[in-house]
């Protein structure tokens, strides 16, 4: 019988296809709508009445911004975060992670003492440490502080694959036919460690982006972030008569947690169906 691949079993998984397909139209509209209109989430408009017209489909916030601009806007913020944050994570975590479980010993004790230090950092009051320190938060200086301090997770994660991977015989067998150790390293140790990293990436998006959200309920977050549109409309006046000042930036937030999560669960299960189906009995 042909074993079916993780592509096969990922395009039959309903979970990952629906969270593939939100996500992707999420990110689309998010690219691709500036593109055709003119947004500007910084202007001003001198009007009466806030509320959605055929000029301002989402209306106008308390400071007479446009909402549509600042949700599309803040969209690319929001995202930009999340994936920037796990790219950063990969780019660090990865390689120390491979490092420290293929030479372990003193090389891997100071890696993981290293990680051990990182993981004892509260995040969240690094980011406050990081606003007192910067009068202006961007979004680039948000993904370098939250990937800098969450990637002892990949690395931990990495290293005990590789550790599993190195006590193979195969690994005894191609040291044996003189393959250089960086060669064995990235050809042989890391196709068969990656996995669960792989799998765990969606999550670590998600997770970026709360905590970015929950940096601007502290209102100190990013200015045009999906979180900060929906922090400042926290007023009761706001919350009952002009809901369309929180509504779609938080339906939009929940969708790309949910559709991210989704694909994550997606991407798990494809990687061990037979596991997947076991726990759905």
Not at 1 to 24: C, E, S
Not at 28 to 55: G, R
Request: glycine content about 8%.
């Amino acid at each position: 019988m042909k074993k079916r691949g993780f592509l096969y079993h990922f395009a039959r998984n309903p979970k990952g296809m629906v969270g593939l397909i939100l996500l992707a139209a999420i990110v689309l509209a998010v690219v691709l709508i500036p593109l055709f209109m003119d947004l500007d989430p910084e202007k001003v408009y001198f009007v009466k009445d806030k509320a959605p017209s055929a000029d301002h489909i989402m209306g106008l916030d308390t400071s007479f911004q446009d909402c549509f601009s600042k949700l599309v806007i803040g969209g690319r913020v929001s995202l930009l975060i999340g994936g920037g944050t796990s790219l950063i994570t990969l780019i660090i975590g990865v390689p120390l992670g491979l490092i420290a479980g293929f030479y372990r010993k003193r090389v891997g004790a100071a890696i993981n003492r290293t990680a051990e230090i990182f993981l004892s950092f509260p995040v969240m009051v690094l980011l406050l440490l990081m606003v007192a320190v910067f009068s202006h938060v961007t979004p680039l200086i948000i993904i370098v502080v939250m990937g800098c301090v969450s990637w002892p997770g990949t690395a931990k994660m990495l290293y005990s694959m590789a550790i599993s991977v190195m006590n193979n015989e195969y690994i005894l067998a191609v040291r044996a036919m003189g393959k250089s150790n960086a060669r064995i390293m990235f050809t042989d140790v890391l196709p068969n460690s990656i996995t669960p990293v792989l799998v765990s990436l969606p999550f670590r998006v998600s997770i970026s982006i709360m905590l970015e959200t929950t940096l601007a309920f502290l209102g100190l977050g990013v200015a045009t972030s999906w979180g900060r549109q929906i922090y400042l409309a926290t007023t009761m006046n706001v919350m009952v008569n002009q809901m369309w000042m929180w509504l779609p930036p938080t339906i939009c937030l929940v969708a790309v947690i949910v559709s991210v999560n989704m694909l994550g669960e997606g991407i798990r299960d494809s990687y061990d169906p037979k596991s997947a189906r076991e726990s759905q009995k």
